[in-house]
């Protein structure tokens, strides 16, 4: 029987069709807000890296504004600022982004990014959200709030120490006890 075709199965394409590089940085020296890195791994139930996935995130800038249509307040957002990059991971399942702490979306209560995975063996892409593990806003936001108390954590990017830019560390769990929560939009 022959290996499962392209239309079968998501990736392992990404390397030679959708990462060309670059991708993963959000930020241009202009870009306003405070520039950091986020930095993570994604791994099986097994809680072995991932090394053929692709990790993609959207968020706002500095001042919670996206510069898309829309945004009715995409003419205040900062024209430097990409909002959406790509990372591929390697051989140990990391990924890295270079982007800004998004500020607080217009009617949200705390900052978070969205993010969409993509690996060998999903037919549908996985969503789930970054939130900042030192915000003060998170015990008000209510999406972050409908998830069980043990499973919040699992959404939550921790502060980490590092040379250069302020760091955050976020891992992608697909199964087992440690799995991310992943939502259905």
Known sequence: MPGQSPSQTVGPFFHNCLIRGGENSLTTPQTRGQHILIQGQVLDGDGQPVPDAMVEIWQADAHGFFNHPEDPNQAQADPHFRGFGRAETVDDGRFTFHTVKPGIIPGEQTPYVNVRLFSRGMLIHA?????????????????????????????????????GLPTYCFNIHLQGELETVFFDY
């Not at 969503?127 to 008000?140: H, L, M």
Request: a negative charge; proline letters at 8%.
């Open 127 to 163: 969503v789930t959200r970054i939130y900042f593990a030192d915000e003060t806003g998170n015990t008000s936001d209510a999406v972050l709030n409908s998830v069980p108390d043990k499973r919040r954590g699992t959404l939550l990017a921790m502060p980490v120490e590092s040379p």
